[in-house]
Nanobody, 124 residues
Framework: QLQLVESGGGLVQPGGSLRLSCKAS????????IGWFRQAPGKEREAVAC???????NYLGSMQGRVIISRDNAKNTVYLQMDSLKPEDTALYYC??????????????????WGQGTQVTVSS
């Protein structure tokens, strides 16, 4: 059974950093494109970054320049390093996986498998 588990969220002060992890089980992560998305209360889910099977990274939205997505296929894990965090980055962060397409625009509707999310709160 394909499963994604996010971790690494928490409370951080403005300007701080967090590294989120997305651990896969039940499938081989290296054959999947992985995306990180976030959803704040009262707002629509938005894409943060995606990484292809060839480790090509695509960054979207307001976190561009402050995040780095990477994958460690040996650990079946994808990471999202987030720096210079702002209060407006407060959201539930999800990872998602898919392998059915040749090309991904990093839109949430492209992904078929989702984790439960990890909460990131940026506050002083």
């Amino acid at each position: 059974q394909l499963q994604l588990v996010e971790s690494g969220g928490g409370l951080v002060q403005p300007g701080g950093s967090l590294r989120l992890s997305c651990k896969a089980s039940g499938f081989t992560l290296r054959t999947y494109t992985i995306g990180w998305f976030r959803q704040a209360p009262g707002k629509e889910r938005e894409a943060v970054a995606c990484i292809s099977t060839h480790s090509y990274a695509n960054y979207l939205g307001s976190m561009q320049g402050r995040v780095i997505i990477s994958r460690d296929n040996a650990k079946n894990t994808v990471y999202l390093q987030m720096d210079s965090l702002k209060p407006e980055d407060t959201a539930l962060y999800y990872c998602a996986a898919d392998s059915t397409r040749e090309f991904y625009a990093c839109s949430d509707w492209e992904f078929g498998s989702w984790g439960q999310g990890t909460q990131v709160t940026v506050s002083s």
